[in-house]
């Protein structure tokens, strides 16, 4: 190695492949609050999303997402119930983007589509 040279590793901690889908997630907080946001990407380990509301690093949250049925190749759209914490929460253009790990989840019902 060069005398004097700096290395720089950087070590990602994300074991998930990430998604870039942007859907609706109902999010209710440890002093039950409820809100609505917005998806950014979604993993089987995580959740980012952007909101108005602020969200610190440790929160408690639960969260529901419906999965399109075209997004996942099925039949009918999944809802899946999801209990987790934010780990991350910066602000951007206004609104802030929180992640979120996923500790728990629970496929609570499929719909089915209207004929």
Request: aromatic content about 6%; overall charge neutral; charged content about 25%.
């Amino acid at each position: 190695m060069l005398r004097g040279a700096r290395v720089t590793a950087i070590i990602s901690t994300r074991s998930s492949l990430r998604f870039p889908l942007r859907l609706p997630i109902t999010i209710h907080t440890s002093d039950s609050h409820e809100f609505y946001a917005e998806t950014a990407d979604i993993s089987a380990g995580g959740v980012l999303f952007r909101t108005s509301k602020q969200l610190a690093v440790g929160d408690l949250i639960t969260f529901r997402i419906v999965l399109p049925s075209h997004v996942l190749g099925t039949e009918t759209d999944v809802l899946v119930n999801c209990t987790g914490r934010v780990v991350r929460c910066v602000e951007d253009d206004g609104k802030n983007k929180v992640g979120a790990v996923i500790d728990e989840y629970a496929f609570e019902r499929v719909f089915s589509h209207a004929v």
